[in-house]
């Protein structure tokens, strides 16, 4: 298999100890099936004698855990179908921890903790650049749904596998009969299918995601977890606020596609975006925060008391105080023909699938600011020959020094005062872009990383936002607390707030000053 193994680390003896103190230990013989590819759950199981071979859905040998090592993947804490199935290949003595008996524990043991959730994240990236593991996503580049399912998968970061009927026979005649509202196919761990799923019967297929009633009441409603939702999240469950957080893509928000973030404090050697988010999401379920997810808040309508807000799946939520926590979108580039390549040659986040496709190709980042310069490093690093395109005169002017010296030092031309005005190539894959300046350069694939809108349309004119859509707050919205919308009991953290910094750590400040100004309010009930 081309892809490296997932690193196999080992448990320390005092670990061993208290794992092995919660359960009895037990044998099985070669040849014994611990848990395979389909199943909805499985403990958390220590090698203490022998070994398991971890194989995929056709057979393949994955790895291999021997004494001391642990099975498991991020699935494990989540709750998700099982990818892979598991066979004792040497005659095994182990302890099988069941998830909500660990649980717990994570909370509890900080080292633990460390050990299991790094090593699950990194099994994560490995699984997602192998073939055949997870999901099978069957449907053409021009179905929208097809697309749609594909992003969330990979905003979910979910192992998947696109079969495209234009370039697959066998997936060609499978959705042949099909009508468009029954795109795409989709073909969960186990075999069991699904024809033109929303992403939330996927989600939940998945045995992952809170279900919502038609109607739930809570006394702090956050809409959207990124850094700034997931902050409110934590502080607010923390402090017994009966808090739910509604999420219309993946948790974690624009944060959970950074490559590597070096600026948060208290990670100096940087943290990934999955990681910080894997932290985040284990910490507010910790305090008892809900998280649902997908789910799209579609209206707000302020109340005295309680407002509504209503979701796209045709649910309501009675909230004493709401959280507007929806950050902001990618641009796209303004250039006809965009949208045939978005998916399979034109991306605007920069993962482990999408490195693993650009392999050793002719690559374009575009973008002057720290978003682009960490995707650039990456790509480059995986072997990519990269140029960063940007428009202005020097990068210095829009991104970190640190980065700047790291382009270099992996050999990322950078380019001035480049516009991109048209884009070529045919059926998906790209070819070549032509420069504003008429110049015509071979690339690949494509990263746009050109800033952001926020994610306001919804609210309509529920509150007062800004000339761009950002929406206002504190004086600039006639209230007292910076926080503060023009609507009483709604609040605005992170990059959806008008004039806010558009950083990580400011989005989970201001998530957890958000709590505040909502125990603020709940004491006064005349405001909410
Ligand atoms: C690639 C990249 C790298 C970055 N690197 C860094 C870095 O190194 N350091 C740093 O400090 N910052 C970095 N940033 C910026 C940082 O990630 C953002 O400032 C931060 O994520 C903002 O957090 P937020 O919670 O306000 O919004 P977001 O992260 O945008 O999260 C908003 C969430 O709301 C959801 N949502 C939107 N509309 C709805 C709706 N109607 N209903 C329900 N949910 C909804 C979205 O799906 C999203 O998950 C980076 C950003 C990107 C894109």
Redesign the pocket.
């Known amino acids: 298999m081309a892809v490296p193994p997932p690193p196999s680390p080992t448990l320390s003896a005092s670990q061993l100890a208290t794992l092995a103190s919660l359960v009895e230990e037990r044998r099985a013989n070669v040849g014994d099936v611990l848990y395979r590819v389909g199943d909805r759950r499985y403990p958390f199981i220590v090698v203490l004698e022998g070994e398991v071979t971890i194989l995929d859905a056709a057979g393949q040998e994955i790895i291999r855990h021997g004494p001391s090592g642990f099975l498991g993947e991020l699935n494990l804490l989540s709750g998700q179908t099982v990818f892979l199935t598991a066979v004792v290949t040497e005659p095994l003595r182990y302890i099988a921890v069941d998830r909500d008996v660990l649980r717990p524990l994570l909370f509890q043991d900080g080292p633990l903790t460390d050990l299991l959730l790094s090593t699950f994240i990194q099994r994560r990236e490995a699984l997602q650049r192998i073939q055949g593991v997870g999901l099978e996503i069957i449907g053409p580049h021009s179905s929208a749904a097809t697309m749609r399912m594909i992003d969330f998968a990979r905003g979910n970061r979910l192992p998947f596998t696109w079969r495209d009927p234009a370039h697959d026979e066998g997936a060609a005649a499978q959705v042949a009969d099909l009508d468009a509202t029954r795109l795409p196919v989709v073909r969960l761990p186990g075999g069991a299918e699904l024809q033109g799923p929303t992403t939330g019967e996927v989600y939940r297929a998945l045995g992952i995601g809170l279900e919502l009633g038609p109607r739930e009441d809570v006394d702090l409603l956050v809409?959207?977890?990124?850094?700034?939702?997931?902050g409110a999240a934590v502080y607010g469950a923390s402090e017994g606020l009966d808090t739910l957080v509604?999420?219309?893509?993946?948790?974690?928000?624009?944060?959970?596609?950074?490559?590597?973030?070096?600026?948060?404090l208290g990670f100096p050697a940087g943290i990934s975006?999955t990681e910080l988010v894997s932290r985040a999401v284990t910490q507010a379920r910790k305090f008892n925060a809900r998280t649902a997810t997908p789910?799209?808040?579609?209206s707000l309508e302020p109340a005295n008391g309680r407002h509504v807000v209503r979701l796209d799946g045709g649910q309501e939520i009675g909230a004493r105080a709401v959280l507007l926590?929806?950050?902001?979108?990618?641009r796209r580039l303004p250039v006809e023909g965009l949208a045939d390549y978005e998916g399979s040659s034109v991306f605007y986040?920069a993962g482990p699938p999408e490195a693993q496709l650009c392999g050793a190709s002719r690559v374009g980042v575009v973008g002057g600011g720290?978003?682009a310069g960490?995707?650039a490093v990456w790509l480059a690093r995986g072997g990519a020959l990269v140029t960063l395109l940007h428009r202005r005169g020097d990068l210095r002017e829009t991104m970190s020094n640190y980065l700047i010296l790291e382009l270099e030092r992996y050999g990322v031309v950078v380019r001035d005062r480049s516009e991109i005005a048209a884009i070529h190539g045919g059926n998906g894959q790209l070819e070549a872009v032509t420069l504003k300046s008429g110049e015509r350069l071979p690339f690949s694939f494509l990263f746009l990383?050109l800033g952001?809108s926020p994610?306001t349309e919804?609210l309509d004119d529920m509150v007062a936002r800004d000339e761009d859509g950002f929406i206002l707050t504190g004086a600039a919205a006639s209230a007292e607390n910076l926080l503060q919308t023009s609507v009483p009991g709604v609040i605005a953290?992170?990059?959806?707030r008008s004039g806010s910094i558009?950083?990580?750590?400011?989005?989970v400040g201001e998530?957890a000053m958000a709590v505040q100004l909502v125990h603020a309010g709940l004491a006064q009930p005349s405001l909410t």
Do not use: H, M
């Not at 809409?223 to 997931?230: C, D, I, M």
């Not at 926590?325 to 990618?330: K, L």
């Open positions: 809409v959207g977890a990124g850094p700034a939702g997931l509604v999420e219309s893509t993946a948790l974690g928000g624009q944060a959970g596609s950074s490559r590597r973030i070096e600026n948060y975006g789910y799209r808040a579609v926590a929806t950050g902001a979108q990618y986040a720290n978003s960490q995707a990383f952001a994610c919804w953290a992170g990059d959806v558009k950083r990580c750590a400011t989005a998530g």
